[in-house]
């Protein structure tokens, strides 16, 4: 299966603490997927969800 993260971290334009996606994690469970996350350097990580699949998306920037 696969888990969603998320990160808690400062914004650094607004000074407010946000909450951000992390990585998408590999496990077989929801305990194995933060034991990855805790033994791997990313124990700021929370598994938060089981990834379903990915939602299309358009970009679109302006230049002025």
């Known amino acids: 299966m696969r888990f969603t ?3 808690q971290a400062i914004n650094p334009y ?3 603490l946000c909450l951000y996606n992390g ?3 590999e ?3 929801w305990e194995q997927a933060q034991f ?3 033994n ?3 124990g700021y990580c ?3 969800g089981e990834f379903k699949g990915e939602h ?3 970009l679109r920037h302006e230049l002025n």
């Open 5 to 7: 993260t998320s990160i």
């Open 14 to 16: 607004t000074g407010e």
């Open 23 to 25: 990585p998408v994690i």
């Open 27 to 29: 496990a077989d469970s």
């Open 36 to 38: 990855i996350c805790d």
């Open 40 to 42: 791997n350097e990313m």
């Open 46 to 48: 929370r598994i938060d």
């Open 56 to 58: 299309p998306c358009i």
